[in-house]
């Protein structure tokens, strides 16, 4: 359990480390993503920018996983 939280501090320090030096400026704004400005709203929908995380996360996990397993 404790290799496993370790792992998961690194991995938030580095995603934070990213978005700090601005690595991900471009997440949000990918084809795909919708926005929509009225006079008074915004809606905002990242279906592309959620796929990618989905896949990051599945191959972290089945990775990570892996590593434990054996």
Partial sequence: MSNLLIFGGVLAIVAGLAVRFGLLSWFGNLP????RVGERSVVFIPLTSMLVVSLLLTIVVNLVGRFFRG
Wanted: net charge neutral; proline share 0%.
């Fill in 32 to 35: 795909g993503d919708i926005r």
